[in-house]
């Protein structure tokens, strides 16, 4: 029996439910000001960013795999256009673009143009050091981790910080084999 | 202290142009970093009313910016300053551009002159937590009551009961 074919970003994100987008930003909003009130040190709070996100990626890819209905990718090139155009679509209603790959095919990046965490969104001097969008990093690490991959994921290009664009590094670590079978009685 | 630093490029964001706030996420995004957020702010306290406080002041926030937001976008600058008046805005403007849909009602309370209920059958934000039996009175909609008291001008206390959370209460009493 065939599977299914797998499903694009647009049809899938126009089948979930959906939230205004602002109630979204302001409530990411509402975090990063708290973790800034509570840590005070904006290198702690890029680092509880990343772990948040790494929290959300580990549950969010079972969604991303249920929905997509995408078989196994062949390659780390597959998996980065999988994240960009499917991932991003779905969840934040925006597509990414991966370019840059190096020789090897295991470091690439991923940029957004359009990114509605950071709408209405200015850093002010005392926080130059912060990545505000560090959920992301976050997300996409743990997801990945979940399909057996080590990845780190950096930022290279910062809206925020005065570029152009939202470019983060995917750089594939190494792949980690799945064991079988798994030890159930543990 | 943060916050108080000079801001950068001040001109840009201002100029950007507001969007007419149709852009959407997906509900689960949502769900998931709300969760991160109340999750969080369990570590950070050591009892249910601090963990209300948090969630309150988190929605504090965002809804103070909500209500600039929707001021603007409805040209004129109105800001209401009748109570009826606001929270009529409240249950209808705010509670549409943030859930979708208007609050389910909007009723004078009986006892006190100066409170009022929002009713809302299925609160979007309480959809995906599911609370421990342990928690008592804790719930989400503590989140959602601070975007409401980020709306108000006049002082007046807002009582926001859910129909949900008096049946929950009943289901554990009884």
Known sequence: MPPAAPRSGDAIFASVERVNAELFTLTYGAIVRQLLTDLEEVEEVNKQLDQMGYNIGIRLIDEFLAKSNVSRCVDFKETAEMIAKVGFKMFLGVTASVMNWDADGTCCSIVLEDNPLVDFVELPDTCQGLYYCNILSGVIRGALEMVAMKTEVTWIRDMLRGDDAYELQVKLLKQVPEEYPYKDDE | ?174
């Open chain 2, 1 to 174: 202290m943060i916050g108080t630093g000079k801001i950068k490029q001040y001109a840009n964001v201002l100029d950007k142009p507001l969007g007419k706030g149709k852009q959407e996420v997906s509900l689960s995004a949502f769900a998931f970093l709300f969760s991160e957020l109340v999750q969080y702010n369990q570590t950070q306290v050591d009892n249910i009313s601090e963990l209300e406080t948090r969630l309150e002041d988190a929605g504090y926030a965002v809804g103070a910016r909500v209500l600039e937001l929707l001021c603007q976008r409805d040209k004129g600058n109105r800001r209401e300053t009748r109570l009826l008046g606001i929270l009529s805005f409240v249950h209808s403007t705010v509670w549409k551009v943030l859930f979708g849909k208007v609050a389910d009602s909007l009723e004078k309370g009986t006892e006190h002159e100066d409170e009022y209920m929002i009713s809302e059958k299925e609160l979007l934000v309480n959809r995906f937590i599911s609370i421990p039996k342990d928690m008592g009175t804790f719930h989400c909609g503590a989140f959602v009551a601070g975007i409401v008291k980020g709306q108000q001008r006049p002082r007046t206390t807002i009582l926001i009961k859910f129909a949900e959370e008096v049946l929950r209460r009943e289901a554990r009493l009884g």
